[in-house]
């Protein structure tokens, strides 16, 4: 199992740039894929972003591309999500997830991953 604490949440204006950390800590997750996703109110849980731990290589929900990027510090076990050019529809509790499955590919469905952080609350307001 891989404990996963995210950071880094909070409220800012439609424009502006916040960046989520997500520290993980357990077993090795150098063959993992790590996920961020989120959820809006009485909406259900969207990919947003992940990466490959081993080879770096990274995927996108359409709706953040160009404006998100998610990028691991391998020193410090931490992933992070840059977020710029925030949207009110940006709003949402951000969720770090671990797929545990050795050298897996990069999956956008809840459902793929096994560990899951507590949430971050992003608010942005127009």
């Known amino acids: 199992q891989v404990q996963l604490v995210e950071s880094g949440g909070g409220l800012v204006q439609a424009g502006g740039s916040l960046r989520l950390s997500c520290a993980a800590s357990?077993?090795?997750?150098?063959?993992?894929?790590m996920g961020w996703f989120r959820q809006a109110p009485g909406k259900e849980r969207e990919f947003v972003a992940a990466i490959r731990w081993s080879i770096g290589s990274t995927g996108y929900a359409d709706s953040v591309k160009d404006r998100f990027t998610i990028s691991r510090d391998s020193a410090k076990n931490t992933v992070y999500l840059q977020m710029n050019i925030l949207k009110p529809e940006d709003t949402a509790v951000y969720y770090c997830?671990?797929?545990?499955?050795?050298?897996?590919?990069?999956?956008?469905?809840?459902?793929?991953?096994?560990?899951w952080g507590q949430g971050t609350q992003v608010t942005v307001s127009s």
């Open positions: 357990g077993r090795t997750f150098s063959t993992y894929v």
């Open positions: 997830a671990a797929d545990r499955a050795p050298f897996s590919s990069i999956k956008r469905v809840a459902g793929a991953y096994d560990d």
